[in-house]
Each structure stands twice: as structure tokens, then as C-alpha cells.
């Protein structure tokens, strides 16, 4: 599934392609059809992403609410627009770009108070400007739950997903199933100082590279990671292979149905 710097980066792609633009929207799938009915002709004002939700703002308070869950998929392009290829959702166009979505999990028109309620269950963002992470470090200091599962409650962490979760924990010396509870507001503000920069530097670059500069192929004179995910990191999928800091074997676990990935050696803290 699409992590949030994913959804950020969509976000301003849709708008540089389309705000301020009357577009004409489509369902050539047929399953969107009512919606892309209300929208067809209406000016695009803005674009916003929360975590792993995207919305296009309409003209007239008509929000279109998008969640790409795990098969989710955007392609853009310029005229012609070609001919729909597969289950094409949502179809999105003006006369200078083209835009297909497939396979999300949601794709739905929302009215005002409906975004409000779905951004109410939502956690504190990293990539938002009004994010508070005093507000997700109140849920984290009483819980008893696995800090890793904290990041990946979208309740508490809007954004974060499996590669950013198991990877600020590694660079924060922290065991994933350390209690939320034993974490330090000090140690939090830390973890959340780091997760916003990783994520912001994938808003930039579109992959997750999580290794420090004396950690890449270049430095320590390695192969390239080859994933189908991209991006250098220092934990998730390597399972068994050594640790790029102290050589010990990366280890892995479940934990309610996710793959942990750890260093025994490096995140053998049991206090925050």
C-alpha cells in the first residue's frame, strides 16, 4: 500500500495538472458513474492529502475522496487520451492533460461534513503543516500496544506505513515491541523529528531511502538494493542479511498480521 509521501506527491501532481480548470470526469468502468456525474464541468480548486486519503476540492463543496489501498493506481498524460484499458474508475480531463485511476478502495464524492468526519478519525500527519505531534504523543505515553503498531495506526500516525514504521524505529535504536508507554516525550519529539524528515525526502525523490550518508552502496562500497520498492534502507526485507551498521543478522517477526524487521543488536533498548 502507498505510504503517505505517495499521496502528498499525487496530490501535487493533480493540482499542478488541474486546479483552477473546469474538467470533464468519467467513469469508463461504470462503477463511479453517479459521482463523476456530479463532477463533470466543475472547476478543480484545490488538491490535499491526510495521510493515505487524497481529495480534490470541487467547485460548489464537492470533495472527491480517494483511497488507493493496496491495487490503487494514477496514470496521467497528455492528449489524445487513449482509449480505456482495463477497469479505469475514474477518468479525469481537460484539453492539455488526461488522468485514470484504477483499483482504488475508495473513490467516492464527499459533502463538506463528511470530510470532516472522515479527517476526524484520523491521526497527526508528519507531511502537514498543522500536524501537532503532542496530540499523537498523548495517545502513545498510555498505551501498552507495541510502538510499532502505534506508527501504523492511521489513527494515531496518518501516513506512516510498514517501510517507514519498521525503518525510524531501527534509526532511533528503538525494538519494535517496546510499549508506547516507556517512550519519553524527548525520545518521541526525536522520532517524530526523523519520520517527518524520511518522509519528506521521499515527497521529494518519490522512493524511501532511510540510510545515512555513510550507509549508502557508494560509501560502504556494496551493491545497490534491488526491491521492487526502491530506495536504501536499513531493515524492511532484508531478513537475515547483515545489518549495514554492526553486521549482525537483520532479524523478522509478526506482529498482528505485519512483518517487524530489526536489528537485535542496534535496537536492543528497552526504554525510551
Not at 482509449?83 to 467516492?108: N, S, Y
Not at 508528519?126 to 495506526?153: E, G, K, Q
Request: with cysteine; proline share 8%; net charge positive.
Amino acid at each position: 500500500m502507498p505510504e503517505g509521501h505517495t499521496i502528498h506527491r499525487l496530490a501535487a501532481r493533480h493540482r499542478a495538472l488541474f486546479a483552477g480548470r473546469a474538467v470533464r470526469v468519467a467513469s469508463p468502468q461504470g462503477r463511479f458513474a453517479a459521482g463523476a456525474a456530479r463532477l463533470d464541468g466543475l472547476t478543480l480548486i484545490d488538491t490535499e492529502a491526510y495521510g493515505k486519503h487524497l481529495f480534490h476540492h470541487f467547485e460548489g463543496a464537492a470533495t472527491l475522496h480517494v483511497h488507493l489501498g493496496l491495487y490503487g493506481k494514477f496514470a496521467d498524460g497528455e492528449p489524445p487520451v487513449p482509449a480505456p484499458v482495463g477497469q479505469v474508475r475514474m477518468r479525469m480531463a481537460d484539453e492539455r492533460h488526461w488522468l485514470e485511476l484504477r483499483g482504488p478502495t475508495a473513490c467516492e464524492v464527499l459533502d463538506p461534513g463528511l470530510v470532516a468526519a472522515l479527517r476526524a478519525r484520523l491521526g497527526q500527519d508528519p507531511l502537514r503543516d498543522d500536524a501537532d505531534p503532542r496530540i499523537a504523543y498523548a495517545r502513545i505515553a498510555t498505551a501498552t500496544r507495541p510502538l510499532f503498531a502505534l506508527l501504523m495506526d492511521q489513527a494515531i500516525v496518518a501516513g506512516c506505513g510498514l517501510i517507514y514504521a519498521n525503518e525510524v524505529l531501527f534509526r532511533a535504536g528503538l525494538p519494535p515491541t517496546i510499549p508506547g508507554r516507556l517512550i519519553g516525550a524527548q525520545r518521541w519529539d526525536e522520532l517524530w523529528s526523523d519520520l517527518r524528515a524520511l518522509m519528506k525526502e521521499g515527497v521529494l525523490s518519490g522512493r524511501i531511502d532511510t540510510v545515512h550518508t555513510a550507509h549508502t552502496p557508494e560509501a560502504m562500497r556494496r551493491a545497490p538494493r534491488v526491491d521492487r520498492h526502491g530506495g536504501e534502507v536499513y531493515v524492511y526485507r532484508r531478513p537475515g542479511q547483515p545489518c549495514l551498521v554492526c553486521g549482525t543478522p537483520i532479524a523478522r517477526g509478526p506482529l498482528a498480521g505485519r512483518n517487524l524487521y530489526w536489528c537485535p543488536a542496534c535496537q536492543a533498548s528497552a526504554a525510551g
